[in-house]
């Protein structure tokens, strides 16, 4: 995942906050030894690369989850695209555009197999990416962790994405500012926000703005994309959304699941 994270904990008492952090800490660092594409030490990285392996339960229950959120988002979410996502950020990396046909062959290949042994298998150039969804898991892990210290008082940022536990001043919750002039968020205790937008991604390719998200089940990239906002009572639940909903915005939500929509400055 490779992303800049804080923890902060309001406690009446210190070491006991510190103790819940560091063992947060340690939770976060494992998971991303579990999920991350670019360590190549780490479990889905040496999946990418060998394409099979028995999967720890932690990879296992993570992949699961993941494909419960790719199936309730219609695919506009998936991290099992992840061959079409890392040709992509090739391309873009070199202000190239991925071929549409290729874009489509790989939005087209096959999820992996898992065989009742807990071994998966990869179609032939394609990889896993839990870039779209990670950040929330290991915030929620984080969350849980603190919980389980004793200290529901919380903020978790990964990177932009927020899990909140009980706010330290106010029962009816926290007030969260984002990177729009002017609009803040009223966000409940225990629920997280994350944000998906093209503010600092994108490619400028012959007068139009591509976003660094794609649409999973086309292989194209996404235009004209609006700043996302989404709230939900998980960070994993509110990270996965706020990309699909950065794909489709018409997409029908669950109930518990809250968004707000604003124009990108092009």
């Known amino acids: 995942m490779g992303c800049r994270s804080q923890i902060r904990v309001w406690s ?10 560091r063992d947060a800490w340690e ?25 099979e392996l028995k999967l720890s339960p932690k990879l296992l ?44 062959r790989l939005a087209s290949l096959p999820d992996a197999h898992f065989s009742a042994d807990g071994f998966a298998t990869l179609a032939a150039g394609n990889r896993w990416d839990f870039g779209g969804i990670g950040k929330g898991m290991a915030a929620d892990l984080a969350g849980d962790i603190l919980r389980s210290h004793g200290c529901p008082h919380f903020l978790v940022d990964c990177s932009g994405d927020l899990l909140l536990g009980e706010a330290p001043d106010s029962d009816s919750g926290w007030s969260i500012a984002t990177e729009v002039e002017g ?30 998200i794609m649409d999973p089940r086309t292989g194209q990239a996404v235009t004209n994309q609006n700043l996302i906002f989404v709230l939900a009572p998980t960070a994993t639940q509110a990270d996965a959304w706020a990309t699909a909903l950065s794909v489709e915005s018409e997409l029908f939500c669950p109930k518990h699941i809250q968004t707000v929509q604003y124009p990108s400055s092009k």
């Open 61 to 104: 229950s993570a992949a699961q989850t993941a494909r419960e959120l790719t199936r309730s988002t219609g695919g506009a979410f998936d991290f099992e695209k992840g061959g079409l996502f890392f040709a992509w950020r090739e391309h873009r990396t070199r202000g190239e555009m991925l071929d549409p046909v290729e874009a489509q």
């Open 27 to 51: 939770g976060m660092n494992d998971l991303e030894m579990v999920l991350s594409d670019w360590n190549p030490q780490a479990e889905v990285a040496q999946l990418n690369a060998q394409g």
């Open 12 to 21: 009446d008492n210190e070491q006991v906050a510190f103790a819940a952090m």
């Open 183 to 212: 609009l803040t968020l009223a966000v409940p205790s225990n629920h997280a926000v994350a944000c998906s937008g093209d503010l600092h991604q994108f490619l400028l390719h012959d007068g139009n703005r591509y976003s660094h």
